[in-house]
Structures are given as structure tokens and as C-alpha cells.
């Protein structure tokens, strides 16, 4: 039988490098021509890489987390006699990379004796020590432990004390959550990040989202508060054009974009993730909540396409219920600004010189301080507000 060496392949979309996230085979496997070997990770997307032949796995090239070269070796394999290798490069030179990580040795645990025999006044003085008497080697007859055994034993300070948990769990930041990591550090890195936060009230666009998930035809999703919110956003970029842009600092050039393609923040087992709503401005209210609801379960369960996962213009990021009273997003860079809707609270307002109760929420938000300034992005998120606080003029026509 013949030795193979699967190359990492070029996934395209000119990709240089890629990260090995996970392996799905491991050592003696016997696997099929097309089976799912390992997770391979481009700064788009995670690809599921397929072996080209049939074979037993001889060895693995890799470890979860290290970044690998397009061409370089992933994968050793033993073929059965059936494969076809006429369109594969089965050429044999085993690379000097570590297949595992050494494991250390489990401590030796010392094998209790039988029950310990001594007197009641040795035991009470074991017991105040702290010393395990079954670890005690007896000098008296038959094996009973005297005072100097004990005194032995704990002079050798080997007495067992009360223990606490101090273990340290190393987790490999890798995968996602290394690109999440990266994207985050470059965000803070490049961008002096300011934050403004604006109380809302939403108390009339409460009651209308009741009344028409009251009232809404069969087939039609229920409205969370997030369709509105990105109503809001298409109505306000309008007068304010130089929040839904990126910025690209390396060549000096802010690019403005017509159309809004919103980033959804959206939580992951294995972190945060924002698929892009595109042309938000064409979608009606419902026809967003069903775009989220469709984009947040494809991310959840890896099946979103890489274009559905990049391309983002201005990111819209909510805790949901866990929303709290505001927090500072961090920008999703390149672009120049991130929108954050916080929980909505019920609580006493002042009104006409009375104390009412409203449905209260604030609205979080950063911006890039090098293409946007300060005033701009108070009277952007003014503009907002006024949007949400008379829910009506989501849905005039612009004069």
C-alpha cells in the first residue's frame, strides 16, 4: 500500500493561510474518499475539508489552532489499493510536525492498607493533625501504630491538610473565537471608539408592536422590538449619510454606501457573530423579523453562506433581556459606528408636572472620532430617538 499526503487546499478568495480548528478523524481511522476530516478556518467562514481519497489515517499534520499555509501538509494517509491517486499528488515526505501534544502522567495515588489499628488517643491526635492514619506505617504488633509512628509520619510533613480547589483550565483560544478575539483587538487598536447614550421613550411604539402581533395575519412572524429599531436606522441615515460607511484609515478614504447592509450581532455557542441584513431599506416590518429570525438560526447552526457573514455597513448589537441600562459597544471596524438598544424598563417619568409611569430604554452607541464627530453623532442618535418616541413617522413617506 502506498502513503498519501493531503495538502491543505486553496479554499479560493485568494486565501493564503488557513487556521485548523478542528479534526474530525484521528490516528489508525479508516475513512472514505469524501469524508469530513477537519475544520478549516478562512477569515470568513469555517470550511468543512473533505479527504480526497480512501485510506487509514497514519497522521495528523496539525494541532487545533495552528495556522497552516495553503499547500502545506494536513493529513498522512495509508491507502486502501482501490484508491485512485491519478488526481492527487501522492507524494511521501513526512513533515516534522508534532501530531499530539504530550500528555503528562496522572499522579501515583498511594494505595490504602487495611483498616488502621491504633488506640483512641493516637486516632484523636491523627485527627487534630489532620493526618490520614491509613497512610501511617504501624511499628507495634500486627501493625498498630503507636505515638512515635505518628510523630514520624508527621514529622516527615507529609501530613494530609485541608485541600482547595486551585486548578487552572488552560482553553485554547482558537477557531472563532480567535477571529472574534483578533476583530475585537484590532477594532480597539485602530479606532478611538467614543460612546453617547440617549434615553428613550418607547412606550407608544410598545403598544403598537402589541397591537399588531395582536393582530397580525396567519404566517406572519412576531415583532420583537429590533424591526422597528432598524426602521429607525434607514429613516435617520438619510439625514445623516456618514454613519452607515466604512472607513479605510490605510488609503484615507471614508466610503458612504447608499444602501444599508446591517450587521446583526448575533450570540453563538462559540461566540459573537454578525450576519448582514442587506438592503435593509427594502424590507417592510415583518419581512425584517423574518430575515432576522432566518439569518440568527443559520449563524447558530453553521449553515449561514460567507456572504451572509461579511459586507456590514453600520452593526445593530442587543443583550435582548439581559439588555441592562447601557453599555459601549465596540465597533465592528472598518465601519464607524455601532448601535446598541438596551432593556426597556418600566419606571416613573415626569410629565406635564405629574409623575407617570413609561416604558423607558436607553439607546448605547460608539462611533470612530477620526470621520465622526461628536455633535453629528448626538443629532444622529436625537434623530433616532424622536423616530422610535412617535413610532408614526417610521412609516411616512419622506417628503
Do not use: C
Not at 495509508?78 to 488526481?87: C, F, H, Y
Not at 498498630?144 to 485541608?162: F, K, M, S
Not at 486551585?166 to 482553553?171: C, G, P
Amino acid at each position: 500500500m502506498s502513503r498519501y499526503i493531503f495538502r491543505v487546499p486553496d479554499i479560493g478568495e485568494g486565501t493564503a493561510e488557513v487556521e485548523l480548528v478542528a479534526w474530525h478523524v484521528k490516528v489508525g481511522d479508516l475513512i472514505e474518499e469524501d469524508q469530513h476530516v477537519a475544520d478549516l478556518m478562512t477569515e470568513k467562514a469555517t470550511v468543512e475539508t473533505p479527504s480526497p481519497l480512501k485510506g487509514r489515517v497514519m497522521a495528523l499534520l496539525g494541532l487545533p489552532g495552528q495556522m497552516l499555509a495553503v499547500g502545506s501538509p494536513l493529513l498522512e494517509l495509508e491507502l486502501a489499493e482501490s484508491s485512485d491517486v491519478s488526481q492527487a499528488a501522492a507524494v511521501f515526505s513526512p513533515p516534522d510536525i508534532p501530531v499530539a501534544l504530550p500528555v503528562a502522567a496522572a499522579p501515583k495515588t498511594p494505595t490504602p492498607g487495611e483498616k488502621p489499628v491504633a488506640s483512641p488517643a493516637v486516632r484523636a491526635k491523627a485527627l487534630a493533625a489532620g493526618a490520614p492514619l491509613q497512610f501511617v506505617h504501624g511499628s507495634g504488633p500486627g501493625g498498630r501504630i503507636t505515638h512515635d509512628d505518628l510523630d514520624a509520619y508527621l514529622a516527615g510533613n507529609t501530613v494530609a491538610r485541608p485541600t482547595f480547589n486551585n486548578a487552572i483550565s488552560d482553553v485554547p483560544v482558537i477557531g472563532l473565537r480567535r477571529r472574534i478575539a483578533l476583530q475585537m483587538q484590532e477594532s480597539k487598536r485602530r479606532i478611538p471608539h467614543f460612546s453617547y447614550v440617549e434615553e428613550v421613550d418607547v412606550t407608544e411604539l410598545e403598544d403598537l408592536r402589541v397591537h399588531l402581533n395582536e393582530t397580525r395575519k396567519p404566517g406572519q412572524p412576531k415583532l420583537t422590538l429590533l424591526p422597528f429599531v432598524i426602521r429607525a436606522l434607514v429613516r435617520a441615515i438619510a439625514d445623516y449619510p456618514q454613519m452607515n460607511a466604512r472607513y479605510d484609515d490605510e488609503a484615507g478614504i471614508v466610503h458612504r454606501y447608499a444602501a444599508l447592509h446591517l450587521g446583526m450581532a448575533t450570540q453563538t455557542a462559540n461566540g459573537l457573530v454578525a450576519p448582514v441584513i442587506r438592503d435593509a431599506q427594502n424590507f417592510d416590518l415583518w419581512n425584517l423579523a423574518s430575515e432576522i429570525s432566518r439569518l440568527a438560526e443559520a449563524t447558530r447552526d453553521g449553515s449561514a453562506k460567507r456572504d451572509e457573514l461579511s459586507g456590514s455597513t453600520l452593526t445593530l448589537t442587543s443583550l435582548g433581556p439581559l439588555g441592562g441600562v447601557s453599555h459601549t459597544p465596540v465597533i465592528n471596524h472598518p465601519e464607524v459606528a455601532i448601535i446598541g438598544p438596551n432593556k426597556i424598563i418600566e419606571r416613573p417619568v415626569v410629565r406635564g408636572g405629574g409623575i407617570v409611569v413609561r416604558k423607558m430604554m436607553n439607546i448605547s452607541s460608539s462611533f470612530d472620532h477620526r470621520v465622526v464627530d461628536g455633535w453629528d453623532a448626538a443629532a444622529f442618535i436625537q434623530k433616532l430617538r424622536t423616530l422610535l418616541e412617535h413610532p408614526a413617522l417610521l412609516f411616512m413617506v419622506s417628503p
